[in-house]
């Protein structure tokens, strides 16, 4: 399997630390507001890692925070005039409701940065002992960045060129530090915000510490991966390596993933523009399998545009696999239960060539684009051989071969049949009539057919009741 890595800027070929075990870290949203679908992105691409690492049969450990304490989050508190942990707390479910409805699996561990300040205050304290951190007068910490020789590693930048751009920040009032380089690691309390008590000062922590704690903790000191979408390339993860290795003295993340952005129209998000949109925004226009899908249409590593039109083509696409196992389904409700032919064994095995074609591009750096064209082909195929009666061992062996091959990528293909209140109201209706007409088979049938479809039914004095079970 190669992953591109951010950090030799070549694909490699994937060696874990542990045989058998993958541990993997994805910087999580900020959460302030719904999530736009451009947070989507990093999700649904690393959840497709995950998968088809796991279909691998790799034990995928994987980490992926919620940022619950910072200045947007601080801002909306302030405007509603709630906790700032009412404000994360709302947007964590909401965000977690997203996650569900785009088939995006729950990580193994979902870190709070809250609640995690112990390891965060002892990161840097450490970081002080070893010389690779210092307290301002104010209880400002900052990072000595100079002190850790390989900074710049992961963004191939040089320290004399960020020099010579970060210059005027000496000007605008940050001439505490000791060097325009050096970031914050923990700061000052302003009046009204969240705080902690720490040796330097009441305050919080700075965004990059979180990661670099939460990773330690749950990961271990050296991980397998790191990943997020390609803006935290620098300074984000730049400055997380530099804390974790000066802290750990190890090797932080052996590989470093990074997805490109997502735009709309060909123009970057912007709230102001009014090319913005979040999931849920979305969901109320379409199924978010199609979100998915169009997600994955692409590459992780090229820029994505989302349109209409390109919406309507993920549509369509999704909906020719759909299809075909609807048909799967069809058919093989009148198929014939003897063994699989010597004809369909021959089919049998030019279909799994598409499985190999699906594994042979996932293995190449996750290019989900080439992926999901394998599954078109394996769909194609299923259209065009299963005319003219065929075993149901043959027609179910083709539909477990699209439904693998879909989950790997998180693509729900098979519909469940949602009913609609209207459509139980009259089926109740219909078992009423039966049992008045004493046919009580046909009236248990329709409480079975129901319960089958996960509706419960109770018989109340004030007459019949529905429920979801
Ligand atoms: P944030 O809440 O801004 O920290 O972002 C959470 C994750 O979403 C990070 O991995 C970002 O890199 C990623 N992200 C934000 N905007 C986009 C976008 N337009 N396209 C792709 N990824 C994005
Ligand atoms: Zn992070």
Redesign the pocket.
């Given at each position: 399997m190669k992953i591109y890595n951010t950090l030799s800027g070549r694909k490699e070929e994937f060696v874990p630390i542990e045989e058998g075990k993958v541990s993997m870290y994805?910087?999580?949203?900020?959460v302030y507001n719904l999530i736009?679908i451009?947070?989507a992105?990093?999700m649904l691409v690393f959840d497709t890692v995950r998968r088809y690492m796991e279909y691998k049969g790799y034990d995928v450990n994987f980490v992926s925070n919620f940022?619950d304490v910072d200045d947007k989050i601080i801002k909306k508190a302030l405007e509603e005039g709630v906790d700032a942990s009412v404000i994360s707390e709302r947007y964590i479910a909401e965000c977690k409701k997203d996650m569900e409805g785009m088939n995006v699996k729950p990580a193994t561990t979902h870190p709070l940065a809250t609640q995690e300040i112990g390891g965060m205050l002892e990161m840097i304290g450490s970081l002080i002992e070893k010389g690779h951190a210092y307290a301002a007068a104010d209880g400002t910490v900052y990072f000595r960045t100079r002190s850790f020789r390989e900074y710049g590693k992961l963004s191939h930048k040089n320290l004399d060129d960020l020099q010579g751009g970060n210059r005027s920040l000496l000007v605008s009032g940050e001439n505490q530090k000791e060097d325009p380089l050096d970031f914050v690691l923990w700061k000052p309390k302003k009046e009204g915000e969240p705080y902690w008590e720490s040796p330097w000062c009441d305050g919080r922590p700075g965004w990059h510490i979180e990661c670099s704690v939460m990773s330690r903790k749950y990961l271990g000191e050296e991980i397998d991966i790191h990943a997020?979408?390609?803006?935290?390339v620098f300074p984000h993860h730049e400055n997380e390596i530099a804390q974790s290795e000066a802290a750990n003295g190890k090797t932080f993340a052996h590989y470093w993933m990074h997805?490109?952005?997502?735009?709309i129209d060909n123009h970057?998000?912007s709230k102001s523009a009014g090319n913005f949109f979040t999931v849920r925004d979305i969901s109320e226009k379409y199924d978010l399998q199609v979100l998915r899908f169009f997600m994955l249409s692409a590459h992780y590593r090229s820029p994505l545009n989302f349109s209409a039109e390109l919406m309507q083509a993920a549509q369509n696409g999704y909906d020719r696999i759909v299809t075909a196992v609807e048909n799967l389904d069809y058919l093989m409700k009148s198929a014939g239960e003897e063994a699989e032919s010597a004809a369909e064994k021959e089919l049998e095995e030019q279909a799994e060539t598409f499985v190999a074609k699906f594994e042979e591009a996932m293995e190449d750096d996750f290019n989900t684009a080439d992926a999901l064209a394998a599954i078109f082909e394996l769909v194609k195929f299923v259209n065009t051989n299963t005319e003219g009666g065929h075993t149901r061992a043959y027609l179910q062996m083709l539909k477990d071969k699209i439904t693998m091959l879909a989950d790997i990528c998180g693509l729900i293909v098979e519909k469940k049949e949602e009913l609609l209140p209207e459509d139980i109201e009259a089926l109740i209706e219909e078992r009423q009539s039966a049992r008045k007409a004493k046919n009580f088979a046909r009236a248990d049938e329709i409480r079975n057919e129901l319960l089958e479809k996960g509706i419960v039914l109770e018989d109340t004095r004030e007459g019949v009741k529905w429920k979801r079970a």
């Open positions: 994805v910087c999580g949203p900020t736009h451009g947070n992105r990093p940022t997020g979408g390609e803006d935290l997805n490109a952005f997502l735009n970057k998000m």
